[in-house]
């Protein structure tokens, strides 16, 4: 099965590169073209085989969401030249992930099911449910790990250790509750509950963008709208589309990212049932049947794509 699992291009006008767990970027001066690889993580380790066509289906989703959201949050986007690729300004990255849960699922049910009640500074009530839809969306950020796991943080501590300055942390958290509002309202368009999501912030030439991708399966978890009560109300688990089943299949295979822990085998069969989840969530989500692109000289033409850019390059 064919998969892009990374590139390595040397551009003209180039000034760095950086390999992430999913995305390799190349910079460009105050400029970065990111290429959404298929690479897939999960408890923040890069797993061993690259599934079919994700990358195409983070970034086009992601480009569709940053359209949408662009009036409300200013996002760092300035062309998405290829289904793999987008092109931005590139910006000094928060050390902070703003993460966004309107239901108590996935990480922040297994700490309530573990008896916290205390979730990044933010009290939880008793007797909630896995699943269940919360009072009100709250804000449980994280570190955001150069190396390693990523650690849940409250903004007491945040402010305390001057990961962010206050006025800017009120900012990110302003943006935040709008951009999952606006993105509450573009899944119900789509019959998909937003359950939880995250977004990460920069800055350029003194002003924050939203960064990175939104709304994607790989940051964000959704429902389906359909059936949510009735299974909510017979205590049975909720069809979603997420990564979570990626998680899931993980845990039952015993590997939560830990110390001498293996992941599991990656048959062909779960390589292509994940792809076909991923594009579930594409179809789902846009309404849009998904064009599978040819892998044929795939990376010639997401090198071509990058260099017929002109970065018009500031140093």
Not at 124 to 148: S, V, Y
Not at 155 to 180: M, P, S
Not at 191 to 199: A, E, M, N, R, S
Not at 252 to 261: I, R, S
Request: hydrophobic residues 35%.
């Amino acid at each position: 099965m064919e998969a892009i699992k990374e590139t390595n291009f040397s551009f003209p006008g180039q000034t760095g590169f950086y390999k992430g767990k999913v995305r390799d970027v190349y910079y460009f001066g105050d400029k970065l073209a990111i290429v959404a690889t298929d690479r897939i993580s999960a408890f923040d380790v890069v797993l061993p085989r690259a599934i079919p066509y994700k990358g195409q289906v983070l970034n086009q989703i992601a480009s569709l969401n940053l359209q949408a959201t662009a009036s409300l949050v200013p996002n760092w986007v300035l062309s998405t030249p290829d289904p793999n690729v987008t092109v931005g300004y590139r910006c000094e990255p928060f050390k902070v992930e703003m993460v966004i849960r309107g239901y108590l699922a996935g990480h922040a049910w297994r700490e309530y099911k573990a008896g916290k009640r205390l979730l990044c500074g933010v009290t939880l009530p008793e007797g909630l449910r896995e699943n269940d839809k919360l009072p009100e969306p709250i804000i449980t950020p994280t570190t955001k790990a150069d190396e390693g796991h990523d650690e849940d943080i409250s903004r007491e501590e945040i402010l305390a250790q001057g990961l962010v300055l206050e006025q800017d942390y009120l900012k990110l958290e302003h943006y935040t509750r709008t951009l999952f509002q606006k993105g509450t309202e573009l899944a119900e368009q789509r019959g998909l509950i937003l359950v939880d999501t995250k977004y990460e912030f920069g800055r350029h030439d003194g002003k924050i963008y939203l960064i990175d991708e939104i709304h994607t399966p790989d940051s964000s978890r959704y429902f389906y709208t359909e059936g949510y009560a009735e299974r909510q109300a017979n205590g049975e688990p909720q069809r979603q589309l997420s990564k979570e089943f990626v998680r899931q299949w993980l845990i039952e295979n015993g590997f939560q990212g830990k110390d001498g822990q293996n992941v599991p085998e990656m048959t062909d069969a779960i390589v292509a049932g994940i792809s076909a989840r991923y594009i579930e969530l594409y179809e789902v989500f846009t309404g849009q049947e998904f064009k599978k692109n040819s892998y044929e000289n795939v990376l010639t033409r997401i090198e071509e794509h990058i260099r017929d850019n002109n970065f018009n390059i500031k140093n």
